[in-house]
């Protein structure tokens, strides 16, 4: 059975690794998306609310599951049973980074490949900082996620946005 492990840290999930997904679930018996707590970032949504807006929008696709994880890719795949790890190419500043990281994976755990999917051209230009970049400054995001995502990066742009005006007035600070 050929089982792969997408790692990623999703923050939120756009049409382009959604491309991703089914593409690599229909090369795959089946895929387990790896939604990555790192702990050195402060993603906009929490590695939990990452799963679960993954979880929501890849429901219709069988052979998907989606976990969180932590520490390295070969780990977590060696952990999900599984042999490869997929990763997405878009531009080619992609591949120089993609590329160290395939043969660090190679060295760290050898019977583990990765294997690459280029981006479908229409969402080449598709980054979760871009769509968060834009959302921030009112634009529309709606070509670039799932709708009920367009919601929550709103609705989590505006709990940002209340909190940091209030910030200021909070008794006891200066
Ligand atoms: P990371 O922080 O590990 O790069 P991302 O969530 O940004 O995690 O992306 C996970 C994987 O999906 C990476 O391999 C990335 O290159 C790929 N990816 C991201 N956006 C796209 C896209 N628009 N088209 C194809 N692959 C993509």
Known sequence: MKRAVYPGTF???TYGHL??????????????????????KTPLFS????????????EDIENVEVMAFEGLSVDFAMACNANVIVRGLR??????YELQMAQTNRKLAPDVDTAFLFT?????????????????FGGDISEFVPPFVVDLIHQKLN???RLEQELPHEPGRA
């Open 11 to 13: 923050d939120p999930v």
């Open 19 to 40: 491309d991703i997904i089914r593409r690599s679930s229909k090369l795959f018996d089946s895929v387990v998306i790896g939604v990555l707590h790192n702990s050195a």
């Open 47 to 58: 590695v939990e609310e990452r799963v679960n807006i993954l979880k929501k929008a890849t």
């Open 91 to 96: 531009l080619i500043t992609d591949f120089e």
């Open 120 to 136: 479908s051209l229409q969402y080449s230009y598709l980054s979760s900082t871009t769509v968060k970049e834009v959302a921030n």
């Open 159 to 161: 709990t940002r946005r």
